[in-house]
């Protein structure tokens, strides 16, 4: 299984089951669904977010040749499919500022350039609520 812990240099990546060698990462949070309506005393429209949700994606240096840096999950030499369902996601901005949630990875795409470097690129879908940890100390 791999290491669960991706991490660059100052920024990381918590994927339960996937890894990689991180170079960046990047979430949109907010409201997806919004309706508009208007009451009989107006003629402006007001509208109302009714849903949200986020997504996003990781990216970095595929590892090999050595234990645990398998970059997803596999069941015997497959791909295990379970293991992109509910995933527990951490996007760590700096210590203390963190994005938290479970997800779904969505796809993973893979590089291999001639530079001897092996890209891995992991989007994922946030499936409910995120939390948000924001160290204001400073």
């Given at each position: 299984m791999a290491s669960d812990i991706v991490a660059g240099i100052t920024g990381a990546v918590t994927a339960s089951g996937f890894n990689v060698d991180l170079?960046?990462?990047?979430?949109?949070?907010?409201?997806?669904?919004?309706?508009?309506?208007?009451?009989f005393s107006s003629?402006?429209?007001?509208?109302?977010?009714?849903?949200?949700?986020?997504?996003g994606s990781f990216?970095?240096?595929?590892?090999?040749?050595?234990?645990?840096t398998a970059p997803m999950p596999d069941a015997s030499g497959v791909v295990d499919t379970t293991g992109f369902e509910g995933v527990s996601l951490t996007l760590t901005m700096l210590t203390g500022c963190t994005y938290t949630g479970t997800a779904n990875i969505?796809?993973?795409?893979?590089?291999?350039s001639a530079t001897d470097r092996a890209i891995g690129?992991?989007?994922?879908?946030?499936?409910?609520a995120v939390s948000i940890t924001w160290d204001e100390t400073a």
């Open positions: 170079d960046s990462w990047s979430a949109s949070i907010g409201a997806e669904d919004t309706v508009g309506y208007r009451t003629v402006w429209k007001t509208k109302k977010n009714t849903g949200y949700g986020g997504s990216r970095g240096t595929l590892q090999y040749d050595a234990a645990d969505t796809m993973i795409g893979s590089e291999r690129t992991f989007n994922f879908e946030f499936t409910g």
